[in-house]
């Protein structure tokens, strides 16, 4: 993080980032996470290897596109998403058969007490592994592949196990990554010359586009914290926020030109909201609005909101007042972050006298009258 702030608009980005990243999931416990799925496919892999029809764990969602966010409560846990794909004909099996097998095997993985001595609990549609005194959770879906459509194309269990549900996270995850390629690999550079290695694991980079779907993330769901059943799917926000995403100028004209794009994008075909899946246009990732108006107008009038709050961002000239609106955007630990942080950068300015007021009240290096010690909990004195 650099020493000094020159402008103000390099005071706000860095503000607004270090909120942001203040939403990742710990190193330790992405590591953990990744060390604990692998874990169990491998065992499963061994465990149905004298079968022909095998198997196959990888991660889908937020863990896999780089987008997972700490929960707004810190006693709820992270949800990791998996696919457990078996390698069977949709002809030779039932959605209930494939629940069925899937949960057998994860239950005799469980029964070997591996590392962590997870439990396995069975939902609506999946199987989730429990992790005594870990703060995750990792949500499995049984699938198969979907062998009329591309490679990588599967189809999942309902909640009901009745009608097979098309998907392809892994095809979805490449779409989305190629929207920020450029932007990955500069940051890639960056992170590879900071920790002074050369080989960097994706999970350690993030990019603009994944800050700003992070951002999007957070905000719903502190606006929708009363009623998280109302609050619009992540897929949509993940979804429309790449569609918006031109690649060009920093973290918060990112946030601020993709929350404005994002409702534009959203189609209407013969009456219906649409937001297509990109891997696969027949797909409709809006279809729950359908026949539920109530659904889309939550999205509109959150994205619009969310759109005034992170314009509202470069309004004020107070760092105190552009840390509350973060704190309400994002809740009180990312502000309070992005403040530390901040308040330490601009003692260790201030200290070598390089630090100043402008004409215009923005702190700069050029300055006409020096700036007096404050805590950044409220304006600083008028030093008059």
């Not at 300015?349 to 702190?363: K, P």
Request: glycine share 6%; hydrophobic share 40%; proline share 7%.
């Amino acid at each position: 993080m650099s020493l000094l702030i020159p402008n103000r608009s390099d005071r706000l980005e860095e503000l607004v980032g270090t909120a942001i990243t203040d939403l990742d999931i710990p190193d330790v416990l992405n590591a953990l996470a990744i060390e604990r799925y692998q874990d169990v496919g491998a065992w499963l892999d061994e465990h149905w290897a004298v079968s022909s029809d095998d198997g196959v764990i990888y991660p889908q969602g937020s863990f896999r596109l780089g987008t997972v966010v700490r929960p707004v409560n810190p006693k709820d846990h992270y949800d990791i998403d998996l696919v457990c794909r078996r390698d069977l004909l949709k002809e030779s099996t039932t959605q209930i058969e494939l629940k069925r097998d899937v949960g057998a095997g994860l239950r005799a993985y469980v029964a070997t007490e591996p590392n962590g001595q997870p439990t396995c609990d069975e939902g609506k549609r999946c199987w989730t592994l429990e992790y005594r005194g870990e703060p995750f959770h990792m949500d499995i879906l049984p699938a198969i592949p979907n062998v009329e459509s591309p490679t990588n194309a599967i189809w999942l269990t309902d909640k009901a196990l009745l009608r097979w549900q098309p998907s392809n996270p892994v095809d979805f995850a490449t779409w989305f990554h190629a929207r920020m390629r450029e932007a990955f690999l500069s940051e890639r550079e960056v992170v590879a010359k900071r920790m002074e290695v050369e080989d960097v694991p994706d999970w350690r980079v993030k990019t603009p586009l994944q800050r700003t779907v992070q951002a999007l993330k957070r905000h719903r769901d502190i606006y929708f914290a009363e009623t998280p059943e109302d609050r619009p799917a992540s897929i949509i926000i993940t979804t429309l926020a790449a569609l918006a995403y031109s690649a060009a100028g920093s973290l918060y004209e990112t946030l601020i030109d993709v929350s404005e794009t994002m409702p534009k994008l959203v189609e209407v075909r013969d009456g219906v909201y649409w937001v297509a899946n990109p891997v696969h246009p027949a797909e409709n990732f809006a279809d729950r609005w359908r026949g539920n108006p109530v659904r889309a107008r939550n999205f509109f009038d959150w994205i619009e909101q969310a759109h005034a709050d992170f314009s509202g961002y470069g309004v004020d000239d107070g760092v105190d007042r552009v840390l509350t609106k973060l704190s309400e955007s994002f809740g009180e630990q990312p502000a309070k972050r992005a403040g530390e942080l901040m308040g330490l950068n601009l003692t260790k300015a201030r200290d070598t006298g390089v630090l100043g007021v402008s004409g215009a009240g923005l702190l700069g290096l050029t300055a006409s009258r020096s700036v007096p010690r404050h805590t950044f909990h409220g304006d600083p004195p008028d030093p008059r």
